[in-house]
């Protein structure tokens, strides 16, 4: 008996360890099959064709070296459980919320269900989410996540935000360094952007003290508080 051409399983979004033993089989991410599990929540549809390469699939977003980056004042890991509360907090916090998008706090279920599919994300090549430890104490100070909207560019995008009592040290800056150094030297980025709004003068200070120059002007790409759009400068350093 002949096995067939093609052959799918379908996973739960939060089961990361299932996916990672698929992709070590060589299984590819296919996409989302909608209500299609016991209690119609969403699945993922993995694949493999029988003429498919041996060994494990690719993929884009590799894990971090050693399970985290540091530079002995920060570390930089995968969200966990017990940065929830850290990340709801940081989250709802007015001038981050100001520059949110969309500009409101998620509730609490949208947080849960965040760091619940944040491996498969990870996994599937979509969106490396983290966050920012202090090195000495542990405590959670911010979270920061590379979006890879465009791999056929090999562009990502950066979005960041460190709690107050962490602010001015200078975490955010070191955070978009070592993260942007993932991207060249492990994803193979070949370009990594931010955008901040034009009246957010600590996250362009920022950016700029990571390596970032301005690369132009976007005119209300942002969604307003009030229903209003915002202009963002547009940040970018290259590999190089």
Not at 14 to 41: N, S
Not at 190 to 213: H, I, P, W, Y
Request: no cysteine.
């Amino acid at each position: 008996m002949t096995s067939p051409y093609r052959s799918e399983i379908r996973l739960r979004l939060d089961d990361a360890a299932a996916q990672r033993d698929v992709i070590a089989l060589g299984y590819r991410r296919e996409g989302i099959a909608r209500g299609a599990g016991p209690d119609r929540e969403d699945m993922v549809v993995w694949a493999r064709l029988e003429d498919d390469p041996e060994g494990p699939a690719p993929r884009v977003l590799p894990d971090l070296p050693g399970g985290e980056l540091t530079d002995g004042v920060i570390r930089v890991r995968p969200l966990h459980p017990d940065d929830l509360a850290g990340w709801i907090e940081l989250r709802s916090l007015p001038e981050v919320v100001a520059t949110s998008v969309p500009p409101a706090a998620p509730p609490r279920e949208e947080v849960e269900r965040h760091f619940a599919y944040a491996e498969s994300r990870w996994l599937a090549g979509e969106m490396a989410a983290m966050s920012i430890l202090d090195a000495r104490s542990g405590r959670f100070a911010g979270q920061i996540a590379l979006y890879y909207f465009q791999p056929h560019l090999r562009e990502g995008m950066l979005g960041y935000g460190v709690l107050p009592a962490f602010r001015g040290r200078g975490y955010a800056r070191r955070a978009v360094q070592l993260v942007t150094k993932w991207a060249f030297n492990e994803a193979r980025l070949q370009r990594v952007v931010a955008g901040s709004a034009v009246d957010n003068l600590a996250s362009q200070k920022t950016l700029q003290a990571a390596g970032f120059e301005i690369e132009g002007k976007q005119l209300g790409i942002l969604p307003g508080p009030n229903g209003g759009r915002i202009d963002a400068v547009l940040y970018v350093r290259r590999r190089l």
